[in-house]
């Protein structure tokens, strides 16, 4: 078993950034790679971001690469999501995720436990 929780959301203007922080518990963080997902009112589920058990492997949307960016600090059991240059289009709920496998990270249905999620919205 595994519990995450995600924190840092908020309301931000256009431009501007925040840091997501998911915090694990309940299990060896270090053994799962993370990802970051999103979901937006009446859309699915998206992909956002991937990181390896180890962190030196990184996987990226196309709409989020280059301002976006998930790091780990196993030490911590935390994963992070630093969003900046945010658009009016990043807002959604956003939800922190663990898998045990780096196949297919952008698939939701690889991932064994899921966070609340945590509210971004951005304003124009």
């Known amino acids: 078993q595994v519990q995450l929780v995600e924190s840092g959301g908020g309301l931000v203007q256009a431009g501007g950034s925040l840091r997501l922080s998911c915090a694990a518990s309940?299990?060896?963080?270090?053994?799962?790679?993370m990802g970051w997902f999103r979901q937006a009112p009446g859309k699915e589920r998206t992909f956002v971001a991937a990181?390896?058990?180890?962190?030196?492997?990184?996987y990226y949307a196309d709409s989020v690469k280059g301002r976006f960016t998930i790091s780990r600090d196993n030490a911590k059991n935390t994963v992070y999501l630093q969003m900046n240059s945010l658009k009016p289009e990043d807002t959604a709920v956003y939800y922190c995720?663990?898998?045990?496998?780096?196949?297919?990270?952008?698939?939701?249905?690889?991932?064994?436990?899921w966070g609340q999620g945590t509210q971004v919205t951005v304003s124009s």
């Open positions: 990181i390896s058990w180890s962190g030196d492997s990184t």
């Open positions: 995720a663990a898998t045990q496998t780096m196949l297919a990270v952008a698939q939701s249905g690889v991932y064994d436990y």
């Open positions: 309940g299990r060896t963080f270090s053994r799962y790679a």
